[in-house]
């Protein structure tokens, strides 16, 4: 069983950064895709960025593309979003997700291990 652990969250001010990570369990972590979504309040979960099981490819969402930065660090089990210039609206729950086998995707269902989430909160 793979666990997912979020950090990083928190309250700041438009225009501020933010740098999540996200703690994987396993020996398998380099193997894995891996990618953040978020969920704001009555709105759907939403595809962030992924990060391919190499670091070489990344994906961003039109809404935060030139603005986050996915990472990882596979000898540390951990991938980052570093988020700049960040907006009201990037208010939401962030999640980390590990991406099925050969997937790297804007899909959940491309998802099948998942963290608890960590808040952000950007105040205008």
């Known amino acids: 069983q793979v666990q997912l652990v979020e950090s990083g969250g928190g309250l700041v001010e438009a225009g501020g950064s933010l740098r999540l990570s996200c703690a994987a369990s396993?020996?398998?972590?380099?193997?894995?895709?891996m990618g953040w979504f978020r969920q704001a309040p009555g709105k759907e979960r939403e595809f962030v960025a992924a990060i391919r099981w190499n670091g070489e490819n990344t994906y961003y969402a039109n809404s935060v593309k030139g603005r986050f930065i996915i990472s990882r660090d596979n000898a540390k089990n951990t991938v980052y979003l570093q988020m700049n210039s960040l907006k009201p609206e990037d208010t939401a729950v962030y999640y980390c997700?590990?991406?099925?086998?050969?997937?790297?995707?804007?899909?959940?269902?491309?998802?099948?291990?998942w963290g608890q989430g960590t808040q952000v909160t950007v105040s205008s």
């Open positions: 997700a590990r991406a099925r086998p050969y997937y790297t995707g804007r899909n959940l269902d491309e998802y099948d291990f």
């Open positions: 396993g020996r398998t972590f380099s193997s894995y895709s």
